[in-house]
Structure formats: structure tokens, C-alpha cells
């Protein structure tokens, strides 16, 4: 059968990176960014770089690098880089910034947006209906001064009159946007409508055939996959997602459901993405251990449940054929099944070439770390199976820069006495410093010795724990959110106003201990909020 294509837009890094608590540095930017590349999404929308100095950084780092680099996955016009957006508000400054930080990509595409609904004309915006037409398309002819790819989104176009959208979006094709992108902002519409509304534009919108017409959905009604899905079966060719779905408020539409209901049901809907589905549970894993957002258990496609089958009938099921409960296979999307990869006398060459065939190249540095880590795990434990080594690796790869690390935990806990840690850290400054402290358990216990030496007063918001493996001998995965106490952080400016929120921070810690995994999370995300701080200089 013929297929489309569907290009990939992932909006991780700015839509994602809008949801409560999922700051992210600019480090974990840039090795999320090579992950979607990696995987082959055609757009990376890398951020807003309007917000702050550091989110224009962010994006020009990542417009530099991963800008630049061949993606995987398969594409129709071959592994060119992926083209890297940042986003606009309709203002020259912020058309300005976007382009001093996209232009070094090979691909560079500014989007601009106004929103086109009218609560959001009268209240928001304060503009007549022909206003916001004639900034939009100036704003647009803006953009292209800079750059040939350029995006438009009518914002809440999901309450916006349709008549009205064709207008506007006639008058920003003549202006010069290659792509139309239709958001339901605030997640109102219902798949039925969605579909009316990209079939209205596509049958109403003077020069639409020249165009990709994109769509954008939020999760508020549980309904983005579904609207999206039926947003591309209308004749949308881009869709606008996320890894996890996190985003604003209930989220966006997910990468990984997307992608896997147009892989699962191709006979259905007869389209097509470049995204190299293996790759699809590894950044998972990335984007939720970087925002400290865990995965719901019963999570779509990532969830931990999502290929367990308890139930007894389902296993004898499965036993007979997996294909009786599981209409996709685990391996699809890069889940392995726990098997038996290297002991306690395996070598450093066979450590590297396993890690190379789960996709981590490592420097010379980055190897020994690892094999001192493997090492010591193959000690505790008898075996070391693939989800232990892509722990290792998240844990060793993928942590912020660290002004605080721990360099010694002891606690004492249990029915006799008051659970009681001791820590020893490094500063930044290279010193060892030593508290104890008393506590509820023994991660409150550790956590209050750490405050005392990190004098970062702030409120711990969430804190789970989850064994990464089957057994008693399991590497224990922790994540915890924070919020600093003081206001002390600079806000960011958020690209759809309202009330500037709190910044959290998320950490993330590995190991066969769970005081000291959970030490670690926490001091990851304290390293993360001293860095927004400003109290220590960064690199
Ligand atoms: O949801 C939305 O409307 C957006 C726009 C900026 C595209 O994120
Ligand atoms: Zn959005």
C-alpha cells in the first residue's frame, strides 16, 4: 500500500519544557536534543529563546550541534540534520532573538504565533480581529526576512472561528509561511471537530496546497492523541509532539502514541514517520529521569505496565501466542527483555562493545567511569542485564553539573532509636564537608544533613522510588521535584503570559541502595537549582 509521510515536530524542549517542574539545563537540552535526532524526528522545536539568556544559549547550542548532524530513523530525502525552531511571540524582539539562535543551524526555521479565538483576542490580547490579521502577516513577512522556513500557529484555534482562521491564514501564506500549524491550545476539541476544522482549512484557505499544514493538541479532555490522529487523517502532514506527552497543564500529544498508531495501524491510516521506533523507551526514560516527571505506570507505549501481562489468563494466553494480548512487540520500541548481558569477570572491551549496541559511545574517561560503576554493581549483584547498564548510563551521563557530590552516606534507621544520617559531600570549591542529622527516616535524615551543608532552603515536592529490575538485588531508580523557598530564582518569561510560576527542578539517582540513590536525586536537583541561582559560576 501507498503511504504518506508524516514529518515528526517534537516540542520536548519548549512546550515539555513549559510543564510544572520540568526545567531543564542547558546540558540536558543539548543530549535530549541528540537523542531526537538520534531518533529521527524532522523538527525540534529546541525552545523559546526569548524567555532568558540562557534559553537563547540553549537553543544556539543545540542549532550549532545537533543543527548539524546527520539524524537517524528513515526519511524520504535522506539523513539530513534536523531542522531546529525556536519559538516567537508576534514581536520583532522576540523574531529577533529566535533568529540569533536558530541561524546556526544547517535547517533553521522560526515559528511565530497570535492567538485567533475570540476570548483570547478580547481579553488576552486587547486587538480587533483585523489587527491581529495584519500583525500576523507582518509579523510573518518578519521572519522571513531571516529565514525561508518560517511557521505560523493561530493560537486556540481550537475555539476560533473557522472563517476567520481562513482569513488570516491566507494572509500569512502570502506573507511567506511554509507551514501552518493548528494548535487546540487548551485541549477543547473533540477528534470529530478537529478533523471538521483541518478539513475546513484545507477546503477554505487560499494557497493552502503550497503549505504543510500542521497540528498542535493539549491532553486537557485525554484527547490529544485521538485529535491529533484524526487531525492527520484530514490531511494534516505535521504532527506537534512531545516525549511522554508532558506539556502545559494535562500535556501534549505524545511522540510515542503517535507514532505507534500510525506504525501499529498502518492499513488504517496509510501514513508514515521516519522515527526509529527502538529508540522511542530509551528517551523516555531520558526525558523523565532529566524533568524528575515520572511515567505513569499504565502509561500508552512507555508505561512499566505497558507490555506486563499479570493477569494469569492473559499469561497462559501469552505463552500459547503473544500476539493473543500484545498488538505491539516490546523490542519495537526498544523495551529489551531482561537478559543476562555481563557478569562480575567480564572485561572492559566487552562492557564498551555491549554499550555501543545499546547506543552509548563513550570517550576513553566516560568508559573507565562506567567500568568502575559496572564493576562495583557486579559485585552486589550476580547479574548485570541491559536495563541496569541504560540505569548506569542515565545515572553517570545524564546528571547536571554538580557543585555538590556526595562523597560518603551512612545511616542508621530501624524500630531502636532515631533514624540518623551522616554525609559527607564535595563543594565546589573542592572541600569535604561532614554533617549528620536526624530525621523522620533515613532519606529525611540524609536530606536535612545535606541542607545543612547546602544552605538552599526549598520544599521537596515530590520524591518516587522504582526498582529498575526484577529482585531483591534491583538498582533503585529515584526522582524527586523541588521548589526553592525564597524566590531567590530569576522567573522566565513564559511565551503564553500569565502568571509567572514557581520554578522547580527535577533529580534523578541510580543504585542498588535506595538512601543513597534517593541522596542523589536530591543533590542532583539541588545542583540544578544552584545553578539557576546564580550562586556558583557556571561553566
Ligand atoms: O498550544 C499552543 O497554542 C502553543 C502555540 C505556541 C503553538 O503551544
Ligand atoms: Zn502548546
Known amino acids: 500500500m501507498n503511504t504518506t509521510y508524516i514529518r515528526i515536530f517534537d516540542t520536548t524542549l519548549r512546550d515539555g519544557e513549559q510543564s510544572p517542574g520540568a526545567t531543564l539545563t542547558s546540558n540536558e537540552k543539548l543530549e535530549i536534543a541528540r537523542g531526537l535526532a538520534r531518533m529521527g524526528v524532522d523538527v525540534i522545536e529546541a525552545g523559546f529563546p526569548s524567555a532568558s539568556p540562557d534559553d537563547l544559549e540553549g537553543v544556539r547550542r543545540i542549532a550549532q550541534e545537533v543543527g548539524n548532524t546527520p539524524r537517524g530513523g528513515a526519511h524520504p530525502e535522506g539523513h539530513l540534520p534536523p531542522i531546529i525552531c525556536g519559538l516567537a511571540r508576534a514581536h520583532k524582539g522576540d523574531i529577533d532573538k529566535a533568529w540569533e539562535a536558530v541561524q546556526h543551524a544547517a535547517r533553521p526555521r522560526i515559528h511565530t504565533f497570535l492567538a485567533t479565538s475570540p476570548i483570547h483576542m478580547k481579553y488576552k490580547l486587547r486587538m480587533d480581529p483585523e ?3 495584519e500583525r500576523a502577516a507582518e509579523m510573518v513577512a518578519y521572519a522571513k526576512q531571516y529565514c525561508d522556513d518560517v511557521e505560523f500557529s493561530p493560537e486556540d484555534a481550537g475555539r476560533s472561528d473557522p472563517e476567520f482562521l481562513y482569513l488570516v491564514l491566507g494572509e500569512v501564506i502570502k506573507a511567506g509561511a511554509t507551514t501552518l500549524n493548528i494548535p487546540d491550545t487548551v485541549g477543547y476539541t473533540t477528534p470529530d471537530e478537529f478533523y471538521r476544522l483541518i478539513r475546513g482549512i484545507i477546503e477554505n484557505t487560499p494557497g493552502i496546497e503550497n503549505v504543510i499544514v500542521s497540528v498542535h493538541c493539549h491532553n486537557d479532555l485525554g484527547m490529544a492523541t485521538a485529535n491529533t490522529l484524526a487531525g492527520l487523517r484530514a490531511g ?6 512531545t516525549i511522554n506527552g508532558i506539556g502545559e497543564r494535562a500535556g501534549n500529544t505524545s511522540l510515542e502514541e503517535v507514532v505507534m498508531a500510525l506504525h501499529t495501524r498502518r492499513p ?10 527502538t529508540q522511542i523507551t530509551r528517551m523516555s526514560r531520558m526525558v523523565s529521569n532529566y524533568t524528575g516527571i515520572p511515567v505513569q505506570p499504565n502509561k500508552a507505549i512507555v508505561g512499566a505496565n505497558a507490555f506486563a501481562h499479570e493477569a494469569g489468563i492473559h499469561q497462559d494466553g501469552m505463552l500459547k501466542h503473544e500476539a ?3 498488538i505491539m512487540r516490546p523490542e519495537t520500541v526498544g523495551l529489551k527483555q531482561s537478559s543476562l548481558v555481563l557478569g562480575k569477570h567480564s572485561g572492559r572491551h566487552a562492557l564498551k562493545v555491549r554499550l555501543a549496541e545499546l547506543g552509548y559511545e563513550l570517550d576513553q574517561d566516560e ?6 560503576r559496572f564493576k562495583d554493581l557486579a559485585d552486589k549483584k550476580k547479574t548485570v542485564t541491559d536495563a541496569d547498564l541504560e540505569a548506569l548510563m542515565t545515572d553517570q551521563l545524564y546528571q547536571p553539573r554538580e557543585f555538590y557530590s556526595l562523597d560518603g552516606l551512612q545511616v542508621a534507621c530501624g524500630t531502636m ?11 565546589p570549591d573542592g572541600q569535604m564537608h561532614v554533617q549528620a542529622a536526624i530525621g523522620t527516616g533515613p532519606v529525611d535524615a540524609a536530606y536535612k544533613a545535606i541542607d545543612q551543608i547546602v544552605q538552599m532552603p526549598n520544599t521537596l515536592l515530590e520524591y518516587a522510588v522504582r526498582a529498575v529490575t526484577e529482585g531483591i538485588d534491583a538498582i533503585g ?9 525564597n524566590g531567590s530564582i530569576p522567573q522566565r518569561t513564559s511565551p503564553q503570559g500569565g502568571r509567572p510560576r514557581p520554578r522547580t527542578f527535577g533529580g534523578h539517582g541510580a543504585e542498588t541502595d535506595i538512601i543513597v540513590a534517593s541522596a542523589k536525586a536530591y543533590l542532583s536537583a539541588l545542583n540544578k537549582l544552584l545553578a539557576a541561582s546564580g550562586r556558583f559560576e557556571n561553566p
Open 131 to 133: 489587527e491581529v490579521i
Open 236 to 241: 494534516a502532514r505535521q504532527a506537534e509532539v
Open 268 to 277: 488504517v491510516f496509510g501514513l508514515e514517520t521516519g522515527i526509529d521506533t
Open 324 to 326: 493473543t494480548y500484545e
Open 367 to 372: 568508559l573507565d567511569t562506567a567500568f568502575q
Open 417 to 427: 532509636g532515631m533514624p540518623t544520617a551522616t554525609v559527607r559531600l564535595c563543594g
Open 477 to 485: 531508580e529515584v526522582s524527586v521535584r523541588i521548589q526553592a523557598d
